[in-house]
């Protein structure tokens, strides 16, 4: 079972950048693909961006295209989240989570890691 771990949130100002990290510990041949989802208080979860570990396929919610970039380092087991141009809506705890092969939920998470942008 993957266990993804978040890492990387912090402070930033608007404008600013901030790279996060999730290492999926125990990845096997199982885990197809990863994502970023993020949540604020009183909202759902919601999808930010995901990839394949094959890495041939991307794909970002609307609301960061053009401005984060995902991208997986296979021999680290590591995804990478790069935040760029980071606006205070974008805070949000940001979560990572793992989806197996021929399955459309993802269903490994981890504990999240806090993202505030200040204007």
């Known amino acids: 079972q993957v266990q993804p771990v978040e890492s990387g949130g912090g402070l930033v100002q608007a404008g600013g950048s901030l790279r996060l990290s999730c290492a999926a510990s125990?990845?096997?041949?199982?885990?197809?693909?990863m994502g970023w989802f993020r949540q604020t208080p009183g909202k759902e979860r919601a999808f930010v961006a995901s990839?394949?570990?094959?890495?041939?396929?991307?794909n970002y919610a609307d609301s960061v295209m053009g401005r984060f970039t995902i991208s997986r380092d296979n021999a680290k087991n590591t995804v990478y989240l790069q935040m760029n141009s980071l606006k205070p809506e974008d805070t949000a705890v940001y979560y990572c989570?793992?989806?197996?092969?021929?399955?459309?939920?993802?269903?490994?998470w981890g504990q999240g890691t806090q993202v505030t942008v200040s204007s």
């Open positions: 125990g990845r096997a041949s199982t885990s197809y693909a």
């Open positions: 990839i394949t570990w094959s890495g041939a396929y991307t």
């Open positions: 989570a793992s989806r197996r092969w021929g399955q459309s939920d993802y269903d490994a």
